[in-house]
């Protein structure tokens, strides 16, 4: 497993409450050792990737480029191979796991690179006939125990006209044993552009629970899940009925 999973710590610059009560650094990191400093017992963990972002004049600032680099290049890669592949990001609110995932318009993160690499490599490989690269998307919210379908329009219906409809499904996750992991009933849209993707990530992402806490104004109340469906095809045309496809999805 130690080769399929890699593990990647990230020390994000100290926020505005944080320099308001003139905080201190306590970990330090060196190669792919981090230390930790409190109470002045130092701890060394070593990962995968020890990402010093705090100080953007340290010589050993790491930067948006570099986290892709590293980590999203090889999920997309993999994905165009057939391989299965996810960016997990865990931490405390006011983090940086935002900024890591999707970043900013002037600094993206590793979704909206990933993206449009996708879509490069997409037309690079439709230059040849006999290849094609299809794209869907889906975005699922995971709240107080529920979930939610970010790509389907909020229901503007008042609750005494929904209590019976008997076309309101619950999302639930099952484990199917031909299609393993799968939430039947999530909508799985198709993308032809990077704008496409893109403006349902960002439809997706004003629908999420949100509330305010004293490190994040803005802080996510729930889980979420954005996937890219890649499907390569390899092979006679369509039109071909004699021809042999090749197909791998991830």
């Not at 980590?71 to 997309?76: C, D, Q, R, S």
């Not at 490989?125 to 107080?144: C, G, H, K, P, T």
């Not at 992991?181 to 799985?188: D, E, H, S």
Request: glycine fraction near 6%.
């Amino acid at each position: 497993m130690a080769e399929s999973i890699k593990v990647a710590l990230r020390v994000r610059p100290f926020n505005s409450l944080e320099l308001s009560l003139d905080s201190t650094c306590v970990v330090r990191m060196d190669g792919q050792n981090t230390t930790l400093l409190a109470h002045g017992h130092p701890k060394t963990f070593t990962f995968d990737f020890s990402y010093w972002s705090f100080d953007r004049n340290d010589s050993n600032f790491v930067d948006q480029d570099a986290i892709m680099h590293d980590i999203g290049n090889e999920i997309l890669i993999n994905a165009l191979e057939g391989y299965n592949g996810c960016l997990f990001a865990y931490g405390q609110t006011g983090s940086g796991k935002t900024y890591s995932v999707l970043g900013t318009d002037e600094e993206p993160g590793i979704i909206p690179r990933a993206i449009v690499l996708l879509f490069e490599e997409k037309d690079r490989l439709e230059q040849d006939a006999l290849r094609e690269v299809r794209i869907w998307v889906s975005y699922l919210e995971i709240y107080n125990e529920h979930l939610k379908d970010l790509l389907k329009p909020e229901d503007t219906r008042r609750p005494s006209e929904i209590c019976d409809d008997h076309d309101a499904v619950e999302l639930t996750v099952i484990n199917h044993p031909q299609f393993g992991v799968y939430v039947p009933g999530l909508l799985v849209e198709p993308c032809s552009t990077v704008a496409e993707v893109n403006a349902r990530l960002v439809f997706g992402m004003k629908q999420r629970a949100v509330g305010a806490t004293r490190m994040n104004s803005q802080s996510s109340r729930s889980h979420t899940v954005f996937c890219i469906h890649v499907q390569h095809l390899e092979g006679a045309p369509p039109d071909n009925i004699n021809g042999c496809v090749k197909k791998r999805s991830s």
